[in-house]
């Protein structure tokens, strides 16, 4: 009988050792998981929209439009993309090739020494068209990159737009394509148009700014609007 209750308190004891065993590295795991996420979230880039710095660039032919993204995290934000999204646009919309003006004074590009079409080719088209939903467009560094790093404490800018003048005081939209200036992805007619760009870096959420084009009385006119802070966690409301 003595033996049979010392085996059994050599087996609760054993099953006791074991439970705080497993109690242990069941905390400490959890431990490292949380300290690991907390170092990733404290080190991690972070995307901002730089609203108070959208400026318009205007020229003798038109006004162009940059946005500016600042990298306001810890490390570099990885291989940046913009890409821009229009809601509601369909082929009308295309400005016909014969309506182009010859002379667009787009960015030349001349360290490339490369021969450029005037005007500029453009992907989409009347005849070859599909909706602008998540669109590469470029950077405004020189050459204009589709992808870049941002550096920590460091702002870079996306070329949106052109709005092109004409002689006669009309003109229409001209949107870049990942290529840069050298190709254009559209080019639109006066009216109204609304959208977003995401800049989607590789190793964080996208930022998003939604804006809105217009002409208000023979002026161009850009309005960004801020989404709210929730929405840059819930990736089914970049489409």
């Known amino acids: 009988m003595d033996a049979l209750l010392e085996k059994l308190a050599i087996s609760l004891f054993t099953a006791a050792m074991l439970g705080k065993l497993v109690v242990s590295l069941f905390t400490a795991t959890i431990g490292a998981f949380l300290g690991a996420q907390i170092l990733k979230n404290f080190y991690k880039p972070r995307v901002i929209v730089r609203y108070q710095d959208i400026n318009p660039l205007h020229d003798s032919t038109g006004t162009y439009w940059s946005i500016k993204i600042e990298n306001y995290g810890r490390t570099v934000a990885k291989d940046c993309v913009a890409v821009v999204t229009l809601y509601g646009v369909n082929q009308e919309d295309i400005l016909p090739k014969e309506d182009v003006c010859l002379e667009e004074r787009l960015p030349e590009y001349k360290h490339e020494n490369t021969d450029l079409a005037f005007p500029r080719e453009q992907i989409l088209s009347d005849k070859h068209f599909r909706p602008i939903i998540r669109e590469p467009i470029c950077w405004s560094k020189l050459g204009n990159p589709d992808v870049i790093d941002i550096n920590p404490g460091i702002s870079q800018s996306f070329d949106l737009c052109k709005y092109q003048r004409r002689e006669s005081g009309e003109g229409y939209f001209i949107f ?11 080019r639109l007619k006066e ?6 760009v995401l ?4 190793n964080e959420y996208p930022a998003m700014v939604c804006f809105s084009l217009d ?12 989404k709210k802070y929730f ?7 970049y489409d």
Do not use: D, L
């Open 215 to 226: 002409i208000k009385n023979g002026n161009p006119t850009f309005i960004a609007k801020k």
């Open 176 to 186: 870049p394509s990942e290529e840069g200036w050298r190709r254009v992805r559209v």
């Open 199 to 202: 800049v989607c870096p590789s």
């Open 231 to 237: 929405q840059r966690f819930r990736r089914n409301k």
């Open 191 to 196: 009216k109204k148009y609304e959208g977003h």
